[in-house]
Every structure is written in C-alpha cells, then in structure tokens.
C-alpha cells in the first residue's frame, strides 16, 4: 500500500553530460556510476499474509478484509489462520488490530497528506550516467 505525496525530477544536464573533476574520474569506474533522477516521498506499508492454505482460498478473503467488505464464517477462519507483518516504511510505529490486521495499515497510508506530514522517501529511479540507461538494483 502507498500513497505518494511528490515526486522530485532531475532532468539530465542540457549538455548531456555530467562533470567530474579529474581525481573522480580516475577512482571511479564510470561505467558503474549512476544518479538518482526521481525520488518519491510520501507513506508506503509492506503486509505480508503467510499461510498454509493454497493462495486460491487465501487470496479472496484477504482482499475481502483489504476493501473492508463483509467477511463470512469461512473468510473468518481462512484470515484466523494467517500470520500478518506490517512493514511501514515511514518507521512509525503501527498497532495491528486482531480483528482487521489491514485496516490500520490502510487508514494510516490513506490519511491526508499535510505539510507536516508529507511523507518519507518511499522510492526512487536512476540512471547510468555513462549512457543515461536505465539502472535496475539487484542484490545477491
């Protein structure tokens, strides 16, 4: 769940290159550097469902729960055996309600976003500034 706020641009430089001094150039090897040209902010929550009941029933009941729908006796029991993690980005604290694990994640990110509370970075892209590609993060 995430509700962006702005997002900051950086267009590339008019000439298309960037400038480095020449002890930077020489440490660095500039096929690997990249530059952040968007950075989000605003509130973004992780939940994670772990079950061991086949996603097929798990699924409907969990988004039955997410858009605050009425639940039946069998959507009761699926959701009663599911273990719920809230991951919240902004590093608030976020008390879970037992009886709607979602809701608190979901009213939190839907509040209203004020010059006081406008958000955390909750994402960002870059680019390669030898060729202005594309750069995706990977972690081993």
Same mark, same amino acid.
């Given at each position: 769940?995430?509700?962006?706020?702005?997002?900051?641009?950086?267009?590339?430089?008019?000439?298309? @290159?960037?400038?480095?001094?020449? +002890?930077?150039?020489? /440490?660095? %090897?500039?096929?690997?550097? =990249?530059?952040?040209? !968007?950075?989000?902010?605003?509130?973004?929550?992780?939940?994670?469902?772990?079950?061991?009941?086949?996603?097929?029933?798990?699924?409907?009941?969990?988004?039955?729960?997410?858009?605050? @729908?009425?639940?039946?006796?069998? +959507?009761?029991?699926? /959701?009663? %055996?599911?273990?719920?993690? =809230?991951?919240?980005? !902004?590093?608030?604290?976020?008390?879970?309600?037992?009886?709607?694990?979602?809701?608190?994640?979901?009213?939190?990110?839907?509040?209203?976003?004020?010059?006081?509370?406008?958000?955390?970075?909750?994402?960002?892209?870059?680019?390669?500034?030898?060729?202005?590609?594309?750069?995706?993060?990977?972690?081993?």
């Amino acid at each position: 769940m995430r509700k962006t706020s702005f997002n900051l641009v950086m267009d590339v430089p008019y000439s298309g @290159k960037f400038k480095f001094n020449k +002890d930077e150039r020489e /440490i660095e %090897n500039m096929e690997s550097l =990249i530059y952040v040209n !968007t950075l989000s902010f605003g509130r973004r929550i992780f939940a994670l469902v772990e079950s061991e009941l086949d996603v097929s029933i798990v699924r409907p009941a969990i988004t039955k729960l997410a858009q605050q @729908k009425d639940i039946t006796e069998e +959507d009761a029991a699926v /959701i009663a %055996n599911c273990k719920f993690s =809230i991951a919240n980005l !902004t590093g608030e604290e976020l008390a879970v309600d037992s009886e709607n694990p979602l809701k608190v994640a979901k009213d939190f990110v839907g509040q209203n976003i004020t010059t006081q509370h406008y958000g955390v970075p909750i994402g960002f892209t870059a680019s390669y500034i030898h060729n202005n590609g594309g750069f995706e993060n990977q972690f081993d």
